[in-house]
Nanobody, 128 residues
């Protein structure tokens, strides 16, 4: 089964940086996707960034373009979210999620449909 383990959350000041990690395992397809999603208090879940693990293509939410970068390390089987110039509005629980199948990265980051597998979240808090 697909397993996802997010880590790296914490408290950071506005304008600072933080890197989240998602350890992934159990994929069977040769074309699959992993992404980061977040949910702030009182708000619905928002797609942040998604990477196609076969082709390396990425998609980002407009709110994080130019500030966040999603990447993967195939040797360590880990997906990262580098968060730079963070804002208080980035405060949320961040989850990594995945599809063990071909995925329209644009569609899933914009929540046109959900990822199939979800890991437990890690809290990111940005102070002003």
């Amino acid at each position: 089964d697909v397993q996802l383990q997010a880590s790296g959350g914490g408290l950071v000041q506005a304008g600072g940086s933080l890197r989240l990690s998602c350890a992934v395992s159990g994929f069977t397809a040769d074309d699959y996707a992993v992404g980061w999603f977040r949910q702030a208090p009182g708000k619905g879940r928002e797609g942040v960034a998604v990477i196609n693990m076969c082709y390396g293509s990425t998609e980002y939410a407009d709110s994080v373009k130019g500030r966040f970068t999603i990447s993967s390390d195939s040797v360590k089987n880990t997906v990262f979210l580098q968060m730079n110039n963070v804002k208080p509005t980035d405060t949320a629980v961040y989850h990594c999620a995945a599809n063990d199948r071909p995925t329209d990265t644009f569609a899933v980051v914009h929540s046109y449909y959900d990822m199939d597998f979800w890991g437990k979240g890690t809290q990111v808090t940005v102070s002003s």
